[in-house]
């Protein structure tokens, strides 16, 4: 055997598929797991809470905290949403106001429709917040590429989060990325909201998106959910493919089947500057008990939806229910 | 962006990673559910239980179904240990006896020095049983060589499976390969015992099977754990590869953090012989209530000794205390 060549040495995080390095520096980490988690929570957490997961990415080295969404009150009303629905600058000033992480920025999303962002998105020097994301259906790149242009010119970093890409055509989304390269944005996601792309699947994607931003400064994003179980694993394959900006969450919280689980990913990435035990300790002292109240996570409806390439939202109204483990006939009723 | 190339279509299944092709007929697909389920619950299944499983297996086009162990008697006493330690022809045959699936093949494994498999292990022609799989650390290679010369002439199919591949050394897996390669064995397994392995990993390890087994008419097959849950993502990685014997369990049933998840597996497979439906029907019936009894699937444990590449056992010992949530006290012992 001595004859044979050896195995390949793993190459995690390496820059290409032919390198191996110790770490990728460009590596960043973005903690959505009260934006994500939300979606199932209403967006109505305690400031213990909020503040419990803002100090958990301080000392865990991640490098974005995204709190939740930039909401229009026109359409949605705080009677009946949280806090972070909404994302006022008293709100955020209240968990970082007094005591601020240097080194975690705090981000917001904002939806494309759905958000008065002339107005409630404030001058940069005005706000706690370092980063705009702008979430967005394909029909709607013309006002995203109008909320980019007004957050980048306030002074943010901005993102693009391009929802539901399993579903969109494919030469649709050739222009929809044109669009987006000829933008000032920062950073553009892949973003697999139904948790249906396999392996293969995702690499095609990605490898789309560097076609895309060929040439520009832009970098990619990652953004998944688990309804298949693959949600860390579409992360690696991300990452191998050279995406730089990771979203995950503590303990995977998130809507329907949850995202990518920061325990995961932390344990995977070799930058030193990360470090898994903050998280650990507060999963167990604030998503255990959190698990006893809200369902979320890998379960058989969110894989039926994942496989049908549907939106969760019919497999979210099973778990809510007290239907929730008759799975066969959710499954039947999805297959008609 | 119509000059820009389009996205590579999904290559699922593909024979090589260049080609596209609906399906790959040469997948099998081993269900393993009573056998590694057997480890967390001392292979102690009423018939019900077990019949559901083969029946299931059966409508759901499964090619194998592995019942448990041939373990000696002189090392376990039938009180101790449930049937499926044994699988003894009589209980084998109350379970298939008297209306056999004729398209589900039954295997059993075989701990190399665990089993008087000279003895225990009957002729072809006088069992129920198709194949024999044959379990070995690397340091009992020349047992587990003996063991499928012996099975190889009873008559049976045979498999090897080469345990904790994680933790071997390169120079001594190479030896390993070749003994295996020189002997009659069928398929030899890549087998992530501690649930460790990541994607690139894998990929390495996989292609140096199939340099080993070059030029022989041997296949690969793979086995892995959940604890990162990485199980069904590694089984995609190794198809993708070429690897065609494929072990999944019921609900991902399995020790410690469990095995690929048969329904993510089926779902994912586009043969049409392979059906997802009776496997959801079974995980209502049967693992929704077993699962209130035995503890199995991803949890924080399990992950910590996975990312240390390490036995589970005492992540297992944690689950069964009344320490189980214990998480950062464990993550400190086990870094200490």
Chains 1, 2 share one sequence.
Not at 38 to 51: A, M, P, Y
Not at 75 to 83: A, I, N, P, V
Request: aromatic share 8%; charged share 25%; hydrophobic share 40%.
């Amino acid at each position: 055997m001595s004859t044979k060549p050896k195995p390949t040495p793993p190459r995690k995080e390496a820059t290409t598929r032919d390198a191996w390095i110790t770490y990728r520096p460009e590596i960043k980490v973005l903690d959505c797991t009260v934006r994500d988690g939300g979606l199932i929570h209403n967006h109505d957490f305690s400031d213990t809470f909020v503040r419990a997961v803002y100090d958990t990415c301080a000392a865990a080295g991640v490098d974005y905290m995204e709190l939740g969404y930039k909401a229009s009150k026109r359409l949605f009303s705080r009677g009946e949403h949280g806090s972070w629905k909404f994302c006022d600058e008293d709100d955020m000033r209240r968990i970082c106001g007094d005591n601020p992480h240097p080194d975690v920025k705090l981000s917001a999303m904002a939806d494309a429709e759905r958000t008065d962002y002339h107005e409630d998105i404030l001058p940069r020097d005005k706000s706690v917040l370092s980063m705009i994301r702008v979430a967005t259906y394909i029909h709607q790149i013309p006002t995203a590429v109008d909320m980019i242009i007004d957050a980048h010119e306030k002074g943010y970093e901005t993102t693009v989060n391009l929802m539901a890409l399993s579903a969109v055509r494919e030469h649709e989304l050739g222009q929809a990325l044109d669009a987006l390269a000829a933008s000032p944005v920062d950073t553009i996601y892949v973003v697999d909201s139904y948790g249906s792309l396999y392996s293969e699947q995702l690499h095609a994607l990605v490898r789309l998106f560097k076609r895309a931003i060929e040439g520009t400064s832009k970098q990619l994003g990652i953004h998944t959910h688990n309804n298949q179980q693959l949600a860390f694993a579409n992360v690696i394959e991300a990452i191998i493919e050279g995406v730089n900006l990771i979203d995950a969450t503590i303990y995977g919280f998130g809507r329907g089947a949850g995202n990518c689980p920061m325990e995961l990913l932390l344990g995977f990435l070799r930058n030193p500057k990360f470090d898994q035990r903050p998280v650990i300790a507060c999963i167990e002292k604030h998503f255990l008990p959190l698990a006893r109240e809200v369902d979320w996570g890998y379960s058989i409806p969110y894989m039926i939806t994942g496989q049908l390439n549907q939106h969760p939202r019919e497999a979210m109204e099973l778990r809510e229910s007290d239907r929730k483990e008759q799975f066969l006939a959710f499954y039947d009723k999805m297959m008609e």
